[in-house]
């Protein structure tokens, strides 16, 4: 057995035991059959929802809620599927999105979505799919959160922590310190990451802080711009470019 080939075998064992639903978009009978019997190779567990038409892939994507969606971008253009599928769908389950293109181009209307694989295929060259369905287990920041709390993955396994629990998160070198409840726990996930997933919850500060509004105290104007949180003694610094949408996100929830 070769190199690649034992690749796929390995990735075949690991995937097959994980059920899961998983929707194909494309035409191409050679890539659907491969696609079929990639699964049917592993021990039948998975289901494929196959769809040949965007409209019939939205439906599809409501009605089943699959978990690794796989785009055949080939087979027509993708536009309306992107701006539908962020409207409905994408927004409140997050599944994993793989691409195949027979020349090996992502669409740009695609890249809101969070594809995790772009991979060309050929006719008589079709990709080893347990291997891109075992990449697409491992979960994305994005499939890991909810709207209550976020699942970290470190060195010590998964670690849930609530939103509302977070004192601050600050970026440090290649990781990000988050300062909770519970102690203190670090993360591969970016402060831009946890920001545009939670605007509401987590405001910035300064370009390598966030803060959890509802545990701000106070904010004075000593050795500069400083703010105060409830349950923490030391003081984290504010920038000037940061504190006018502060003040402004303060007065909002006051008013709420």
Do not use: W
Request: neutral net charge; proline residues 4%; glycine residues 4%.
């Amino acid at each position: 057995m070769g190199k690649l080939s034992q690749k796929c075998y390995d990735a075949c064992k690991l995937f097959a035991s994980f059920a899961m639903q998983i929707l194909l978009f494309s035409n191409h009978r050679a890539l659907i059959d491969h696609v079929r019997q990639s699964l049917a190779d592993g021990d039948g567990s998975h289901t494929l929802i196959h769809t040949d038409t965007l409209a019939d892939t939205i439906t599809s994507c409501r009605l089943n809620q699959p978990v690794i969606i796989i785009l055949d971008v080939s087979t027509a253009p993708t536009t309306l599927f992107a701006n539908k599928f962020i409207e409905h769908y994408h927004r409140k389950l997050r599944p994993a999105i793989v691409l195949l293109s027979q020349d090996g181009s992502m669409p740009m209307d695609l890249l809101s979505l969070g594809v995790q694989g772009v991979h060309a295929y050929r006719e008589h060259e079709l990709p080893c799919m347990a291997d891109i369905i075992e990449r697409c287990i491992q979960p994305t920041l994005a499939q890991r959160q909810s709207h209550e709390y976020i699942m970290v993955r470190n060195h010590r396994g998964d670690e849930r922590i609530f939103i509302d629990d977070i004192f601050y998160c600050q970026a440090e070198q290649k990781y990000t310190k988050i300062r909770h409840r519970y102690g203190v726990t670090f993360t591969d996930d970016t402060l831009k990451s946890l920001e545009s997933l939670y605007p509401t919850k987590l405001i910035r500060i300064h370009r390598n802080t966030l803060v959890g509004v509802s545990h701000i105290r106070a904010i004075t104007n000593d050795d500069g711009h400083q703010l105060y949180l409830y349950g923490i003694d030391e003081p984290l610094d504010i920038s000037r470019r940061c504190l006018p949408a502060l003040r402004d996100k303060l007065k909002t929830a006051k008013a709420t």
